[in-house]
């Protein structure tokens, strides 16, 4: 048998998951799996105060 039978009889495995959404589920676990930024310091307000109620 040579080698080019043998690639021929070979069978192709056949993706039942469209690439779009094997990109798609990607990000998505991309997305939820990274912490949240911290804000910046330098573009954060310092906190009010809370006054107390008459």
């Not at 998505?28 to 310092?46: C, M, N």
């Amino acid at each position: 048998m040579s080698a080019t039978e043998r690639d021929e009889s070979t069978p192709r495995a056949v993706s039942a998951v469209p690439m779009r959404d094997l990109l798609a589920a990607c990000a998505a676990a991309h997305t939820i799996s990274t912490p949240p930024r911290l804000p910046d310091p330098e573009t954060v307000s310092p906190p009010t105060r809370h006054r107390e109620a008459a």
